[in-house]
């Protein structure tokens, strides 16, 4: 079972970059790690996956060192639009899919 | 690509009727979907898990008697709570996972179905 820690909430500002870190302690050798973020009344929506290392895309990057328990979403030069729920999760054949309570991100203007 | 689908988005019924929710891979074959039920300011919670031509594995607690899930296709999956009471009401949102972009692994999730049960 792949349970992972993230805070509760974080505050930022607009412009600002957000870096938001996940704990998985016992990720497996096959499993990825995956970040999705929620608007409320919506369902999550795939930001970006990795495995190890640095993954990029047009909306995020994502750090995972080398020992792969934690992993760290960066959100450059947030939004308003950008405040939601972000979720990390472990995932991979035969897990127990467990979304933790995510992250509660809230951009200031 | 890998866009799910639900139907309905939101549904009101009386106390004692059953609802149900259509979950739909709209650009691939998803071989496992999931089912799963989030309360206001709350996590996601799965409550079981299917795939396509077999029974789905409930999580604990979740009554598969009460919520019915069939998976038929590689592009269907449809949950039906019977007899609905209030204490159902909830937002329930399928995800499904299948060759796409050559891993099977991840979750692409539909927009969710809120419902309210009077």
């Known amino acids: 079972l792949a349970k992972t820690t993230q805070p509760i909430s974080m505050d930022s500002y607009e412009g600002q970059e957000v870096n938001i870190t996940c704990s998985h302690n016992n990720i497996a050798t096959n499993d990825y790690i995956t970040w999705y973020q929620q608007f409320p009344s919506q369902g999550p929506r795939f930001i970006i996956q990795?495995?190890?290392t640095k993954v990029t895309n047009e909306v995020a990057s994502l750090f995972i060192p080398a020992d792969r328990k934690s992993s760290t979403l960066s959100l450059p030069r947030v939004s308003l639009s950008d405040t939601a729920v972000y979720y990390c999760?472990?995932?991979?054949?035969?897990?127990?899919?467990?979304f933790g309570p995510g992250t509660r991100l809230s951009v200031l203007p | 690509g890998a866009v799910v689908s639900q139907h309905p988005s939101w549904v009101i019924c009386k106390s004692g009727t059953s609802v149900k929710i259509e979950c739909r891979s709209l650009d691939f074959q998803a071989t496992t979907m999931f089912w799963y039920r989030q309360f206001p300011k709350q996590s996601l919670m799965l409550m079981a898990t299917?795939?396509?031509?077999?029974?789905?594995?409930?999580e604990q607690g979740v009554e598969k008697d009460k919520f019915l899930i069939n998976h038929a296709s590689l592009t269907l999956s449809t949950l039906t709570v019977t007899s609905a009471h209030p204490e159902d009401s909830s937002f329930y949102i399928c995800s499904a996972s299948g060759l796409v972009s050559g891993r099977e692994e991840t979750q692409y999730f539909g927009p969710g179905t809120r419902l309210l049960v009077l």
């Open positions: 990795g495995y190890k």
């Open positions: 299917s795939n396509e031509g077999s029974k789905a594995t409930y």
């Open positions: 999760l472990v995932e991979g054949w035969g897990q127990n899919f467990v």
